[in-house]
Every structure is written in structure tokens, then in C-alpha cells.
């Protein structure tokens, strides 16, 4: 099984498929430009989530200890989906 990512072998696919009368590069190009955003966005959520729980941890009064932080979940929730395992 390949674990190369559904848009980047979407962009492959559409590289090997030589049509003249359409622009399949351009289509391949913006997936994997696309795909590389993504994965800078995926690592700043990653870094906001790191900055959010010390923030929210360092000043308690953001929430209570024992609940979860609001912030954070959106943020796992938003990496989850994006990973696709929400």
C-alpha cells in the first residue's frame, strides 16, 4: 500500500495523462502546491496548539484545569480532518 498522500498521487496520475486540449499540468502543479501548503499550515497548528496550552496553562483563570481547553480542541480537531482521521 502507498503511503504517499492522495494529492500528490492525484497530481502523478494527472502528469501521465498527456491530453493537449486540457491543462492537466497546471492541475498537478496547484495540487502540489496545495499539498505543501497544507502540510505548512498543519505545522503551524501544531505549534499555535503547543503555545495555546502553555498559555492557557500558565494563566488559569482561560479555563479550568480539568476542563478542556476550547482553543485546543478546535485546533486537534482541525489537525485530525486534516490528517483525515476525523
Known amino acids: 500500500m502507498s503511503t504517499q498522500p492522495e494529492a ?5 496520475f494527472l ?4 491530453d493537449p486540449s486540457h491543462n492537466l499540468e497546471e492541475a498537478a ?3 502540489r502546491r496545495l499539498h505543501a501548503v497544507n502540510a505548512e499550515l498543519l505545522e503551524a497548528l501544531r505549534l499555535t496548539s503547543i503555545d495555546c496550552q502553555y498559555l492557557h ?5 482561560r479555563h479550568l484545569l480539568f476542563e478542556e481547553c476550547p482553543v485546543v480542541a478546535r485546533i486537534n480537531a482541525a489537525i ?3 490528517e483525515g482521521q476525523a
Not at 500528490?8 to 502523478?12: G, H, K, T, V
Not at 496553562?57 to 483563570?61: G, R
Open 80 to 82: 485530525a480532518k486534516a
Open 15 to 18: 502528469d501521465d495523462q498527456y
Open 29 to 31: 502543479d496547484e495540487l
Open 57 to 61: 496553562h500558565a494563566h488559569k483563570d
Open 8 to 12: 500528490l498521487r492525484l497530481a502523478d
